[in-house]
């Protein structure tokens, strides 16, 4: 079974910095999916960034980027310029591409940004 | 907006109770997921449905069940509540393309009296 860690509970920054948030996981599988979502105050869960692990580039999305070790089984995100709107607690996830592609979520971590 | 939509979204009831909730995908999506999130727990993953037909079962009591019907809307019934179902619930969609990526709704806070 596939496991997902997260082991900073919380985590804060100042407005306009840069932040990065740790995961670790474990999986015997060689091709799989890993996540990153936001959940806000308003518990709505959505959906930051993805990384297809036969992908070596990492993967970017405007202000926020991965760095995937898979030799590491490591996935951490980092957030540069944060901003007050980022204040939220970050999931990572685990999905296999097998015919069972449930997600499997990390306990998360919550970031508070400064201003 | 995701585009996936969950109905209600608040729902208090008294334990021994019935409750469905329930979930419109994104629009062409064929897959639904449901999870729970609560505190002691965290994002626990229950049913996946794929074009109306069950494709995983993940921590899903016996007292819950799920259906997705022809228009691809999905249903999660839980029966005789406890205390300890009161959480959040959620229903995801995905694309039929395997991109991985699953979106979320907004939720159904089911508080359990």
């Known amino acids: 079974a596939q496991t997902v860690t997260q082991s900073q509970p919380e985590m804060s920054v100042q407005e306009a910095e840069t932040v990065t948030l740790s995961c670790t996981y474990d999986?015997?599988?060689?091709?799989?999916?890993l996540f990153w979502y936001k959940q806000p105050p308003s518990r709505q869960m959505i959906l930051v960034i993805r990384?297809?692990?036969?992908?070596?580039q990492n993967a970017t999305e405007n202000r926020f980027s991965v760095n995937f070790q898979k030799a590491a089984k490591s996935f951490s995100l980092k957030i540069s310029d944060s901003q007050l709107g980022d204040t939220a607690m970050y999931f990572c996830?685990?999905?296999?591409?097998?015919?069972?592609?449930?997600?499997?979520f990390g306990k998360g971590i919550t970031l508070s940004v400064r201003p | 907006d995701s585009g996936v939509t969950q109905t209600p979204k608040h729902l208090i009831t008294a334990t021994g109770q019935r409750v469905t909730l329930r979930c419109s995908p994104r629009?062409?999506?064929?897959?639904v997921y449901w999870y729970q999130q609560s505190l002691d727990q965290g994002l626990q993953f229950l049913i996946q449905?794929?074009?109306?037909?069950?494709?995983a079962k993940g921590n899903i009591l016996e007292r819950f069940s799920a259906q997705q019907f022809p228009d691809l809307h999905s249903e999660l019934n839980l029966s005789s509540l406890e205390l300890g179902d009161s959480a959040l619930y959620f229903c995801?969609?995905?694309?039929?393309?395997?991109?991985?990526?699953?979106?979320f709704g907004p939720g159904t806070r089911l508080l359990v009296l």
């Open positions: 995801a969609s995905s694309p039929r393309d395997p991109s991985g990526a699953q979106y």
């Open positions: 999986t015997s599988e060689s091709n799989y999916y």
């Open positions: 990384q297809e692990a036969y992908k070596q």
């Open positions: 996830a685990f999905m296999s591409t097998g015919a069972n592609s449930k997600l499997t």
């Open positions: 629009s062409g999506d064929l897959s």
């Open positions: 449905y794929y074009n109306g037909e069950e494709r």
